[in-house]
């Protein structure tokens, strides 16, 4: 036995892996059986997640699909089974085999399911098709400087509201909630509220919490919004309802997206984008933030405080209304959310003109530290991106400029997404839209179109080099001019854009015809094309449009005089080095308008054109007024153009009313216009107050100088001057501080209302008393008169006329007056103001009531006008025969000898003489003599060859030595043939048609074109 | 094994025995949940399977199938879904490529760009313009967006209210005249230049003698001055030549 054993382990081998495995797994089976079961189990159901999870993707490639969960299914069932017949037969190499498989499978399904979790939850949160928006409202209590420092404080106050909005609900509600009582007074947008809130119309007003971000742009209101408290700050959570139609076919059927830039709540950037999945075409049309609009609900406002009012609703059915059009989706980003989309995408690439350092993404404004370089084809990261596409003061065009600085931005967004190749980088733009953006297009809908484009793509020659063409990119903007609101009360105006109608019509043609509503066929049955020109792609819109504008109510007396310019008789005068620019006053002189030789140009870099003297200037000249926006015409004094109207009689001649000062509109008495209310009666029906210190007689005006204020009949009177010191004298004051007048050594006088000097004169009637240090009337018994002498006729005799009063004695440099009943000041000093006479400053003049600065516009002589403050010649437009006009002068014909001459014409010498065969100008242009023989050029080289036809008889010998150059010149058809060799003929007369035909291209039909300034469709 | 039995006591056999009996029960327990498992796996994996055949393809809108073999010679490859007439073209201008004759190579571009250009039978949609590789080298993507604008500008209404099949196919091209025009100092290289006109198909819902049918063409190397001839210009007659320049580029006349 021992002898056996021994031969046995000397022939068995040292047990491998396999045999300690199954050894184990023959001793106990149970454990390995269980972890093998319990990883079976994990396997399966990531297996299975995985799979359903990328189903909503499956519509990229049915097939591809299909051929996956194929082998899914053949792989579950593998290891399925391979687990089974462990736990059954306990075979080592099932275990092995087992465990490899369940390894595997395990190392592809959780990351797997880790990206199928990301893309989802981020598809998940940018998408929402369920129709119902939930936004939050920040509404603010607002007042106006430090009266009121709480709540309680508006307790029987005024608050102003924009009614059936949330703000305007909630705050009245928590109004209620803290008892306080108030009442409501309504205005139709929150800019005329928020004026009438700084005019002092209401004591505090409901706003949207980011009203200071709303109007902190508004350079009237800057310096006002720190004046701005509010007392109270809420959020409310609401819900509102956007038609939502995730059925619609976008790979079949057109449609619309209406594309929002928001921050802070409101939507500085609007584009309605439509795409046509036939054409591949891809319209935009901006439209500018200020633009004056009729918004949801009534009333009108600038569009992008919609979203303030109504939430995304309302700003959609505001540009609906605005274009007629219908939008299907919305797409809503933050400025976020294009730094991490550009960043994700590794930047763009863009053509910028100007250098410069913009604002960064957050919403501090002034935050200034981007820098964006300048040149073609510049690369820029997230945060320069954004600032490119915020960027607006550089650019003579303002926010016009800066939509399309948006849509370049896009574009170049769109061209670097359809070059994406890669996972990683196409996960990061899904996020980086997840976390900033939000939609109502399902991610069916989305992935359907993306397939489809990809579909498009491989069948784009293209594809390769420039993908982003595939797709026809057409950008629009609603153009429109500036104007403003003017608020009396505030006595500031609001700067807005006013859409031009025909801008508006035209993008709403656009729009419909991309999105196949208009079915008009408008394209050419024919082509032609030639490569020596430059395609460019029509616009959608013009810059401007001549229409009628509707003339700013801000009037340009505050542009005046509020940039430091002084405002008289219907001009501003400015500082030195700065020009007066309409909505804006005086500005400094930056561009040379004067280079803009077209109108075209001239308005769309922000000039002024004048036909009459074909020039480009910052504004429009002395005696010419802005009759549509852009171009001047001489300022003609009419019913309707009041400002045309310089003087009283000219005024009121046409039917308007004259202010003294200015002319204003002549329209009846009424409450717009209360002007032109001619008595206090009609005045105070009308709202507007009696003013007798500004006009003698007295004029109806809609708010009383400064230092007065209405009374109770709604006259103009001294306010009561209210200063530390009392009423100082010289200064008007009620007879309230009578007291503080005498207390620093004045005399009282309570007919004028004022604290004169002791050795001034009492009004008529009065006289002073020393006792008292005041004016009695002379019918008390004077203490002491001193001024007062006693007359030798101690009484008067009564008279129909005024009798002197005797003695009277005038001081402070006045005289009696011609009744000698007062003392007045004389004609060279009229001026009172100081308290004696004095004449007027150099340089004012007196109106009859107050010394005035002489406008210091100089009078221009005949055959010239004002530019820049001086008087320049006029540029003659034509000159009298004999002469030609030669720069800005008419210059004698003879002294220059003629270096162009017309068509079919040459230089002969000095003089321009007619081809042969021609006749006619030849300064102008020849033309071809009456022949009755194709071929009576005569010079021709043969009769034989095809005849033309008679009128294409070019008289040109072939080969003749005939030089363009000297200003011969053919007709456009093949000259004939001389009757040699058919081909070489006929290739003679081809390249010689060419080359007549280029001479024509370039002599006389595109004389006017530069090549080098034809503008390239960039890509 | 006799040995390690007879080693244990009889409570440590009982208990050994018992441990086997549940250890039975849990593997059968575990055998059957396999199985249902995979039982109810392959359930949901064929549910899925029958649910992605099921579902609609994404989108319904309609893209022309793209065939993989195309027609191809040294310089130039035939386009997208080429039509028969096309193809014949096609091949002549690679036998004249081959035969080096560079005249025909010139008449056989003009032919095959109006062959493509001028048929919308075979195009998905207004981006896909024909004939486009014949065109100028560097001017093919600015031809191409020009044509966006001009000619192929309604495709789009077309193919949507007709149909594809009834638009315009091309049916033969005739060189009516052809002449060598050597390059002289204006910009032009050696060249060619040709007429043609040409026919279509009929149609029953356009009136295809309104589309242009005849036309001028000048061919010319491109920059590399090889074989590869290029159309610098065209148009459908002298007369109003000018007058039509200015129009399709915006231009003053």
């Known amino acids: 036995m021992a002898k056996r054993v021994h031969a046995m382990d000397k022939t068995m081998k040292k047990p491998g892996l396999n045999q300690k495995l199954a050894a184990l797994i023959k001793a106990d089976a149970m454990p390995y059986n269980l972890g093998l079961t319990i990883a079976l189990v994990v396997v399966d159901v990531l297996m299975v997640l995985l799979v359903f999870g990328i189903n909503s993707f499956s519509t990229l490639s049915k097939n591809i699909f299909l051929i996956i969960n194929a082998v899914v299914l053949v792989l579950l069932l593998i290891v399925n089974l391979v687990v089974f017949f462990f736990i059954k037969n306990r075979r080592v190499p099932l275990f092995e085999a087992g465990i490899v498989l369940l390894v595997l499978l ?18 998940n949160a940018m998408i929402n098709t369920s129709g119902t928006v939930t936004e939050s409202v920040d509404t603010s209590i607002v007042v106006y400087g430090s009266i009121i420092t709480d709540l309680n404080g508006l307790n029987g106050k005024l608050l102003g509201i924009v009614p059936d909005t949330t703000y305007a609900e909630k705050s009245q509600e928590q109004m209620e909630a803290n008892g306080i009582s108030v009442t409501t007074v309504e205005y139709d947008s929150f800019s005329t509220l928020l004026l009438a809130l700084v005019g002092g119309d209401v004591d505090a007003a409901a706003l949207p919490g980011n009203y200071a971000t709303m109007y902190g742009n508004e350079a009237t209101l800057e310096k006002h919004i720190d004046e701005f408290h509010s007392l109270l700050d809420f959020q409310t959570v609401v819900e509102s309802t956007v038609e ?11 449609f619309s997206v209406l594309i929002l830039g928001s921050a802070d709540g409101l939507t500085d950037s609007i584009i309605v984008a439509t795409f046509n999945p036939i054409s591949m075409r891809l319209t935009m049309s901006s439209i500018a933030r200020d633009s004056w609009v009729p918004i949801c609900g009534g009333g009108s406002n600038k569009i992008n405080s919609a979203y303030s009012t109504g939430g995304l609703s309302c700003i959609m059915s505001t540009v609906e209304t605005l274009l007629d059009i219908d939008i299907d989706y919305y797409f809503m980003a933050n400025f976020q959310g294009v730094v991490d989309i550009v960043d994700a995408i590794g930047g763009i690439v863009v053509d910028n003109p100007y250098e410069f350092v913009g604002q960064d993404a957050s919403s501090q404004r002034g935050h200034k530290t981007v820098w964006v370089p300048a040149g073609e084809d510049v690369p820029l990261n997230g945060e320069q991106a954004l600032a490119f596409a ?68 491989a069948r784009w020659k293209y594809t390769d080099e420039h993908p982003e063409k595939l797709i026809d990119i057409v950008g629009s903007r609603v153009t429109g001019y500036n104007s403003s609101i003017w608020s009396e009360s505030a006595g500031l105006p609001l700067s807005i854009v006013v859409p031009y109608e025909g801008s508006i019509a035209d993008n709403h043609d656009a ?10 066929y408008s394209s050419n049955k024919y082509m032609v094309f030639d490569a020596s020109y430059e395609f460019v792609a029509p616009k959608v819109s013009n810059e401007t449009y001549s229409e009628a504008i509707k003339q700013s109510q801000t009037p340009p007396s505050y542009w005046c005089e509020s ?22 006053g005086c500005q400094t002189v930056q561009t040379d308008y004067s280079t803009y030789t077209t109108d075209t140009a001239c308005v769309a870099a922000g000039g002024k054109w004048s036909w009459d003297s074909n020039s480009c200037s910052s504004a429009c000249q002395a005696g010419y007024v802005e009759s549509t926006y852009g171009y001047c015409t001489v300022n003609v004094c009419s019913a309707d153009n009041p400002s045309g109207c ?6 009121t001649g046409v039917g308007n009313v004259w202010n003294g000062t200015y002319c204003s509109i002549g329209n009846s008495c009424s409450v717009d216009h209360p002007e032109a209310c001619k008595n206090q009666s009609d005045c105070g029906k009308a709202g507007g107050y009696w003013d007798t210190f500004t006009v003698a007689g007295g004029v109806c005006v809609v708010k009383c100088p400064d230092g007065y204020e209405p009374d109770n009949n709604g006259v103009c009177k001294a306010k009561p ?11 008007k004051c009620d007879a309230a501080n009578k007291q503080s007048c005498k207390d620093n050594g004045g005399i009282y006088d309570p007919a004028a209302g004022m604290c004169i000097a002791t050795t001034s004169s009492c009004s008529v009637g009065y006289h002073i008393d020393s006792t008292l240090k005041e004016c009695v009337k002379d019918t008390s018994s004077p203490s002491n008169s001193p001024t007062i002498k006693p007359s030798t006729s101690p009484t008067t005799q009564p008279s129909d006329k005024p009798t002197s009063t005797p003695g009277l004695q005038c001081n402070n440099g006045q005289v009696p007056n011609e009744s000698g009943t007062a003392c007045v000041c004389p004609s060279d000093k009229p001026d009172f103001s100081s308290g004696s006479c004095a004449a007027c400053p150099t340089g004012t003049q007196w109106n009859g009531s107050s010394c005035q600065t002489i406008s210091t516009t100089p009078t221009c002589g005949e055959n010239e006008h004002l530019e820049n403050g001086v008087c320049v010649p006029n540029i003659p437009t034509s000159c009298d025969p004999g002469f030609h006009l030669e720069g800005n002068q008419c210059i004698k014909d003879e002294t220059v000898p003629p270096t162009t001459c017309g068509t079919n014409a040459t230089l002969v010498g000095t003089e321009c003489q007619c081809n042969s065969g021609y006749e006619g100008d030849p300064y102008k242009g020849c033309t071809l003599k009456p022949t009755d023989s194709p071929s009576s050029g005569g010079e021709s080289g043969g009769q034989g060859g095809t005849d033309p036809t008679p009128d294409e008889s070019g008289g040109q010998e072939i080969g003749n030595g005939a030089s363009p150059e000297q200003g011969t010149n053919t007709e456009s058809e093949p000259p004939v043939s001389d009757g040699t060799d058919p081909a070489a003929q006929t290739a003679t007369l081809f390249r010689n048609a060419f080359r007549s035909l280029r001479f024509i291209a370039q002599e006389t039909t595109y004389q006017s074109i530069d090549m080098s300034k034809v503008p390239v469709l960039r890509a | 094994m006799s040995q390690n039995n007879t080693q244990m006591s009889p409570q440590q056999l009982a208990a050994k025995k018992k441990i086997k009996a549940r250890n039975r029960k849990v593997n059968q327990v575990l055998v059957i949940l396999t199985l249902v498992l995979t039982l109810v796996t392959s359930a949901f994996m064929i549910f899925n399977i029958v649910q992605i055949a099921l579902k609609p393809s994404g989108g319904s809108g309609e893209v022309m199938e793209t065939e993989t073999n195309r027609l191809k010679n040294e310089y130039y490859e035939i386009g997208n879904n080429p039509t028969e007439i096309y193809q014949d073209y096609f091949k002549e201008l690679t036998a004249a490529l081959e035969s080096g004759d560079e005249q025909k190579i010139a008449e056989s571009v003009v032919k095959c760009f109006i062959t493509d250009y001028f048929t919308w039978t075979n195009k998905d949609g207004n981006y896909d313009v024909g004939g486009s590789q014949y065109i100028y080298g560097e001017k093919q993507l600015s031809f191409i967006e020009q044509s966006r604008w001009q000619f192929y500008s309604d495709l789009d209404l077309y193919i949507e209210e007709y149909g594809r099949d009834n638009l315009l196919e091309v049916s033969e091209v005739t060189i009516t005249s052809s002449a060598f025009t050597p390059h002289d100092d204006r910009r032009m290289d050696d060249g060619y230049y040709i007429e043609a006109t040409w026919t279509y198909k009929d149609s029953s819902v356009l009136n295809t003698n309104e589309f242009m049918h005849t036309g001028f063409f000048y061919v010319t190397k491109g920059e590399l001055q090889t074989d590869r001839y290029e159309i610098f210009n065209f148009a459908e007659t002298w007369e109003g030549y000018t007058e039509a320049l200015a129009e399709a580029y915006d231009m003053e006349a």
């Open chain 1, 244 to 254: 939502v139609d995730n059925e619609k076919d976008l790979t079949k059927e057109p």
């Open chain 1, 563 to 584: 940039t430091g310019g002084t405002y008289s008789n219907g001009a501003c005068a400015c500082p030195v080095g700065t020009q007066f620019v309409s909505e804006k």
């Open chain 1, 390 to 457: 915020r960027e607006r003061h550089l650019y003579a065009m303002g926010d016009f400029q800066r939509q399309i600085n948006q849509q370049t931005v896009i574009n170049a967004i769109l061209t670097k997404c359809l070059r994406i190749r890669d996972l990683n980088t196409m996960l990061n733009v899904l996020q980086a839209a997840a976390d900033n953006m939000d939609t109502n297009i399902s991610q069916e809908q989305l992935i359907d179109l993306f397939n489809y484009t990809m579909q498009k793509m």
């Open chain 1, 511 to 520: 729009i419909q015809r991309n999105l196949m509503i208009d079915k008009t």
């Open chain 1, 721 to 731: 001057q209210e200063t530390p010191s009392g009423c100082q004298v010289g200064q």
């Open chain 1, 646 to 651: 310089t003087t009283e009689s000219a005024c």
């Open chain 1, 106 to 123: 395990l190392v592809v399904t959780i990351p797997g399911n880790y990206l199928v979790m990301r893309v989802n939850n981020s598809m």
